[in-house]
Every structure is written in structure tokens, then in C-alpha cells.
């Protein structure tokens, strides 16, 4: 991968003259956006007749506009297609199946219509239940854009420079063993003492809230044995457990269903977004009984779109392509296989620093190759260059550096040759 010789463009200003109602966010991730016409499974394609290869998105999880889907789509939005308070087969049914892939003592579902608002609802969830209002979040997580998702979150876009969290938030150290204090094998535990430590003189701890691998702050994997150590911390200090799976739910790490499983604990609480509608828009919080109880005891919980039947039969139908296809079979091969590629690869370019992740949901940290810092202009001109190649990732993390990798589940090792192919000859 050869080091650019010229500065980038500023790209950003330049988006600003021409799109000026394009959000900020949108400017920072995607620099001039693609004016895109269609998609089909891991494919998009442009107005001008150009076919990008998507390496990036994990939101159409099965596939752009897979056909059972948008046939189940199309069928239920010619027969009922508005919910306001009424019962019908596709919400009971959705709930039921959603449970179903959920270990106990998960037993009740809420729906809402974004990540967000899952996070929110799981925040304000877990305050009623303990009556305790603190929360304690980790370095460089992701939950969402509303008043309650931001506060617990600590990214980049969220903040504006100088306001931090809110004084009831405690932030901990991410357990990150490629940049962080720890490395080794323990790592999982010294990062669990650390927060035991932080939370030494604390109390009303209403929750702890975390993704498994921190998508949006840099593919980070938590270190091994981490959440084993920190769940029980929380509870003995009367918190609850909360598991945000927006990104690493529903088959996308390959060995596991949800990506807390990987780490050996259950939550009591799951925040569901993105892929469960594959693209459209769906969220939900899963809880336990309890939970819900003394949540219902406060609020009677209305949302105008979550549950929404149209919602509700793309959700069953994404649930029944991931079984009938066996992409989380499928997530977990191809991902083993991508890993190991990059891994070789990583022997011959100083500047990929680290690899990681599962399955389908993997992080290329670009770095410098002399002193090993993040190389955000570096991330940036791969990024410029992959798409010039018509391939699309990401770059995200602190400092932008790291090359995000999350195609939909029916990526094939074909494409991932492309890419590592791609990658190796820049
Ligand atoms: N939680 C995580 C881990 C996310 O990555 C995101 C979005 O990227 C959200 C929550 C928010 O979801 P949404 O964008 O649907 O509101």
C-alpha cells in the first residue's frame, strides 16, 4: 500500500459549496456521496451505470433489496399497513420469533423505529427499574443521536468540542488490547478492575451500557473475559446490564447469534436496530419481565412507527433468510476467511497496524508505519481509492483510521479476494 504523495483535497468545503443541505456527518464518512440508483444483494449501482461492490454496509444485512423481503414488504403494505394501538398477527408473531432467538431471562420486547430510539427507551428503561440514575459507558461508544443515546455515547460526531457527558455519566476505559493500557492475555480482567476501581466511591448506578465490539469507535473488540468480570461488578452495585447489539446482532460475528454470547454473560436488556429490517426502519429493546414491569408502572410506552406492520413483516422475513440461507453460517466462514487475508496482508504493509473483529464486522487499523500512530490521511486516501475502484468501506474511530468492513452477510470469498486483491495493489 504505497504512502500518498499529495494532500487530499478538502474534500469537506468543497461538499459544502455544492451540497449544502447535506448533514456534517455525512460530509466526514463519505466525503462527495455516490449519487446511488439501485442495489441488488452485495452489489449498488450508480445513476451513470457503475456497479460498487458494498464491503461496508451492515445495514442491508441479508442483501440490498432481497426478494423475500421486499415481498413481504409489498404484501403486508397492500393489506395493513398502520398500527395505532391495535393487535395483529405479524407484531405477535415478529415478538415471538425475536424471543425465540433470545436466552432467558429475555422475555419482552418494545419496538421503536431506530437504534436511537432503542437506546434512549433502554436508558430510561433501566432508570425506572433501579431508580438509580447514573450510567456508566465506555471510551469511544456508539448508541444513537437522541438526548438520552448521546449522553451515554462518546464518539467523535456527538459532542460538540467541550461538552463531555453529563455529570451522572461515568465513563471507563474501553478494553481495547491494541491501543489500550492493557495487552495481554488478562487484559479482560485488569480493564474490569479499572472500572471496579472508577466506581469504587460510587453509588445510584442505574446501568452499565456496552456494544461487544465498539463499531463506530473503531471495530474494538472488549477484551476477552472483560463483560464476565464487569456484570456481576455492576449488579452488586444494584445496575442493570445492557447489551447494545445495533451492530453485532443477529448473526453478523458468526459463531453467535447475538454478540453478547460471545463474551459468556446475558443482559437484561438488548438494544436492537439496523439490520433487523434490512434496511428499513425497525428498532426494539428486548427485556426482561421485571424490567418491563417497573417501566409500565411509570409510563404507558406508545411509539406512532415501532411495531409497525410493515416493519414487523420485513423483520420475520430477515429472520427467515438468515435461517434459510445460513448467512450466519455464512458470516462466519467468509469472515474467517477475510481475517485471514487481511492477516496476511498485514505481514507485508507496515502501515495495517492491527486486524480484528468476527465474522462479517471487521476493523483495518492503518497507522503509521514508523511510529505505529493512528494515519488518518492515509485511511482517507484508501478510502478515496477503493472507491475509485469501485469498492465501498468506511472509515471510522477516533481519529478516522480505522478502514471498516461490514458487507452484508452474503459477501462471498470472490469478493473478499477483490477486496485483498484491491487493498494489496494501492
Ligand atoms: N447503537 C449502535 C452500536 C450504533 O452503531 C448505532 C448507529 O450506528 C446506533 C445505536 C443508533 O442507531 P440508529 O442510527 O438507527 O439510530
Given at each position: 500500500?504505497?504512502?500518498?504523495?499529495?494532500?487530499?483535497?478538502?474534500?469537506?468545503?468543497?461538499?459544502?459549496?455544492?451540497?449544502?443541505?447535506?448533514?456534517?456527518?455525512?460530509?466526514?464518512?463519505?466525503?462527495?456521496?455516490?449519487?446511488?440508483?439501485?442495489?441488488?444483494?452485495?452489489?449498488?449501482?450508480?445513476?451513470?451505470?457503475?456497479?460498487?461492490?458494498?464491503?461496508?454496509?451492515?445495514?442491508?444485512?441479508?442483501?440490498?433489496?432481497?426478494?423475500?423481503?421486499?415481498?413481504?414488504?409489498?404484501?403486508?403494505?397492500?393489506?395493513?399497513?398502520?398500527?395505532?394501538?391495535?393487535?395483529?398477527?405479524?407484531?405477535?408473531?415478529?415478538?415471538?420469533?425475536?424471543?425465540?432467538?433470545?436466552?432467558?431471562?429475555?422475555?419482552?420486547?418494545?419496538?421503536?423505529?431506530?437504534?436511537?430510539?432503542?437506546?434512549?427507551?433502554?436508558?430510561?428503561?433501566?432508570?425506572?427499574?433501579?431508580?438509580?440514575?447514573?450510567?456508566?459507558?465506555?471510551e469511544h461508544?456508539?448508541?444513537?443521536?437522541?438526548?438520552?443515546?448521546?449522553?451515554?455515547?462518546?464518539?467523535?460526531?456527538?459532542?460538540?468540542?467541550?461538552?463531555?457527558?453529563?455529570?451522572?455519566?461515568?465513563?471507563?476505559p474501553l478494553p481495547d488490547t491494541y491501543r489500550g493500557d492493557f495487552q495481554d492475555k488478562?487484559a479482560g480482567?485488569k480493564y474490569?478492575?479499572?472500572?471496579?476501581?472508577?466506581?469504587?466511591?460510587?453509588?445510584?448506578?442505574?446501568?452499565?451500557?456496552?456494544?461487544?465490539i465498539v463499531?463506530?469507535g473503531g471495530q474494538v473488540p472488549l477484551a476477552e473475559?472483560y463483560?464476565?468480570?464487569?456484570?456481576?461488578?455492576?449488579?452488586?452495585?444494584?445496575?442493570?446490564?445492557?447489551?447494545?447489539?445495533?451492530?453485532?446482532?443477529?448473526?453478523?460475528?458468526?459463531?453467535?447469534?447475538?454478540?453478547?454470547?460471545?463474551?459468556?454473560?446475558?443482559?437484561?436488556?438488548?438494544?436492537?436496530?439496523?439490520?433487523?429490517?434490512?434496511?428499513?426502519?425497525?428498532?426494539?429493546?428486548?427485556?426482561?419481565?421485571?424490567?418491563?414491569?417497573?417501566?409500565?408502572?411509570?409510563?404507558?410506552?406508545?411509539?406512532?412507527?415501532?411495531?409497525?406492520?410493515?416493519?414487523?413483516?420485513?423483520?420475520?422475513?430477515?429472520?427467515?433468510?438468515?435461517?434459510?440461507?445460513?448467512?450466519?453460517?455464512?458470516?462466519?466462514?467468509?469472515?474467517?476467511?477475510?481475517l485471514?487475508?487481511l492477516r496476511?496482508?498485514q505481514?507485508?504493509?507496515?502501515?495495517i497496524g492491527d486486524v480484528r473483529g468476527s465474522?462479517?464486522?471487521l476493523g483495518i487499523d492503518i497507522v503509521?508505519?514508523?511510529?505505529k500512530n493512528t494515519y488518518?490521511?492515509?485511511?482517507?486516501?484508501?478510502?478515496?481509492?477503493?472507491?475509485?475502484?469501485?469498492?465501498?468501506?468506511?472509515?471510522?474511530g477516533p481519529d478516522?483510521s480505522v478502514i471498516?468492513?461490514?458487507?452484508?452477510?452474503?459477501?462471498?470469498?470472490?469478493?473478499?479476494?477483490?477486496?485483498?486483491?484491491?487493498?494489496?495493489?494501492?
Amino acid at each position: 500500500i504505497g504512502i500518498p504523495s499529495m494532500e487530499l483535497a478538502d474534500v469537506t468545503s468543497d461538499l459544502q459549496r455544492r451540497n449544502r443541505h447535506i448533514s456534517p456527518i455525512l460530509s466526514v464518512s463519505y466525503q462527495r456521496p455516490i449519487a446511488m440508483h439501485a442495489a441488488a444483494f452485495q452489489y449498488m449501482y450508480d445513476k451513470v451505470g457503475n456497479t460498487f461492490l458494498d464491503a461496508y454496509n451492515n445495514i442491508p444485512h441479508v442483501g440490498h433489496c432481497h426478494p423475500l423481503v421486499v415481498e413481504a414488504a409489498q404484501k403486508q403494505m397492500e393489506t395493513l399497513n398502520t398500527n395505532t394501538r391495535y393487535l395483529y398477527d405479524q407484531l405477535a408473531e415478529y415478538a415471538e420469533k425475536l424471543l425465540e432467538k433470545c436466552p432467558k431471562p429475555l422475555n419482552k420486547v418494545f419496538f421503536v423505529n431506530s437504534g436511537s430510539a432503542a437506546s434512549d427507551l433502554a436508558v430510561r428503561m433501566a432508570k425506572a427499574h433501579t431508580q438509580k440514575d447514573k450510567m456508566v459507558v465506555l471510551e469511544h461508544g456508539y448508541h444513537g443521536n437522541t438526548e438520552q443515546s448521546i449522553a451515554v455515547s462518546d464518539y467523535k460526531f456527538n459532542h460538540p468540542k467541550g461538552n463531555g457527558q453529563p455529570s451522572n455519566v461515568i465513563k471507563v476505559p474501553l478494553p481495547d488490547t491494541y491501543r489500550g493500557d492493557f495487552q495481554d492475555k488478562k487484559a479482560g480482567k485488569k480493564y474490569a478492575l479499572a472500572l471496579q476501581e472508577a466506581l469504587r466511591n460510587q453509588s445510584n448506578i442505574a446501568a452499565f451500557i456496552a456494544e461487544s465490539i465498539v463499531g463506530c469507535g473503531g471495530q474494538v473488540p472488549l477484551a476477552e473475559g472483560y463483560l464476565k468480570e464487569v456484570y456481576p461488578i455492576i449488579r452488586s452495585k444494584g445496575g442493570l446490564c445492557i447489551a447494545d447489539e445495533v451492530q453485532t446482532g443477529f448473526g453478523r460475528l458468526g459463531t453467535h447469534f447475538w454478540g453478547f454470547q460471545t463474551h459468556g454473560v446475558v443482559p437484561d436488556i438488548l438494544i436492537l436496530g439496523k439490520p433487523m429490517g434490512n434496511g428499513h426502519p425497525i428498532g426494539a429493546v428486548v427485556c426482561t419481565d421485571a424490567v418491563a414491569e417497573s417501566f409500565e408502572k411509570g409510563v404507558e410506552f406508545f411509539s406512532s412507527f415501532g411495531g409497525n406492520p410493515v416493519s414487523c413483516a420485513v423483520g420475520l422475513a430477515v429472520l427467515e433468510v438468515i435461517a434459510k440461507e445460513g448467512l450466519q453460517e455464512n458470516a462466519q466462514a467468509v469472515g474467517t476467511y477475510y481475517l485471514e487475508q487481511l492477516r496476511h496482508l498485514q505481514q507485508k504493509h507496515p502501515v495495517i497496524g492491527d486486524v480484528r473483529g468476527s465474522g462479517l464486522f471487521l476493523g483495518i487499523d492503518i497507522v503509521h508505519p514508523n511510529t505505529k500512530n493512528t494515519y488518518n490521511h492515509l485511511a482517507q486516501y484508501i478510502k478515496n481509492e477503493f472507491r475509485k475502484r469501485h469498492i465501498l468501506i468506511s472509515t471510522d474511530g477516533p481519529d478516522d483510521s480505522v478502514i471498516k468492513t461490514k458487507p452484508p452477510l452474503c459477501f462471498t470469498k470472490g469478493n473478499v479476494d477483490h477486496v485483498i486483491t484491491s487493498l494489496d495493489n494501492l
